[in-house]
């Protein structure tokens, strides 16, 4: 099993909607969450990053972690075509490295 | 945007070459790191280091090695490239937990 596990996409929605990308995880120990953004051709960029569990909210996007579930999403509020790319979600330990999840694909339709 | 670049962006080489990817960061940060990013795939880490003259391995076993003389040059050279090298190898730096990538190398072996 690996340790992060991430919907696998492709997602495609119309302009507008509500966009909800998950991850779930086994290890109990991980503390910090992130989500990055990956561009066509570009590198990831970070978009979120929460502690431990609870909401975090910025601007259209909110990343939401449930520690006892092991289970952490990002939603996305009325979608537009310039969050068409892959979303990562990242999560770690205090003392290890990131482990990032293989990324869902997310194409926004005008 | 960060400032952290890689050269060449992309490159198609034959079986059996030397090849260096670069990459440098003007930012100061001591980590830095290089991934391996396969279509649908996680980020794999091959290479880690935490200051000047410090390397280590990552989890993903790989036959490339890695040199940091200064805070901001991290190459990454492969002696002997063959087919399975063929990936995008995405390097980064850290400031704390949140990571800088830069915008990758596409290799090509043929």
């Known amino acids: 099993q690996k340790e992060v596990e991430q919907d696998p996409g492709p997602l495609s929605v119309p302009e507008g909607a509500i966009v909800s990308l998950n991850c779930t995880y086994s290890?109990?120990?991980?503390?910090?969450f992130m989500w990055y953004r990956q561009y066509s051709r570009k590198g990831p960029e970070l978009l979120m990053y929460?502690?431990?569990?609870g909401n975090k909210e910025d601007g259209r996007f909110t990343a939401q972690v449930d520690k006892s579930s092991k289970y952490i999403s990002l939603f996305i509020r009325d979608s537009q075509p310039s969050d068409s790319a892959t979303y990562l979600c990242?999560?770690?330990?205090?003392?290890?490295?990131?482990?990032f999840g293989p990324g869902t694909s997310l194409s926004v339709i005008p | 945007e960060a400032d952290i670049y890689q050269t060449p962006r992309y490159l198609v080489i034959g079986t059996g070459k030397k090849i260096t990817l670069e990459c440098s960061q003007t930012?100061?940060?001591?980590?830095m790191y290089w991934y391996q990013q396969d279509p649908g795939m996680e980020l794999h880490l091959i290479h880690y280091?935490?200051?000047?003259?410090?390397?280590e391995k990552g989890d993903l076993s790989s036959e490339s090695t890695v040199s940091r003389i200064r805070t901001e040059h991290f190459p990454l050279t492969l002696e002997s490239a063959r087919p399975s090298h063929t990936s995008q190898y995405l390097c980064?730096?850290?400031?704390?937990?949140?990571?800088?990538f830069g915008p990758g190398t596409r290799l090509t072996v043929l």
């Open positions: 930012m100061g940060h001591d980590k």
């Open positions: 980064a730096s850290s400031l704390g937990d949140t990571q800088y």
């Open positions: 290890n109990s120990a991980f503390q910090y």
């Open positions: 929460t502690y431990s569990s």
């Open positions: 990242a999560m770690k330990t205090s003392y290890d490295k990131v482990i």
């Open positions: 280091s935490y200051g000047v003259n410090s390397t």
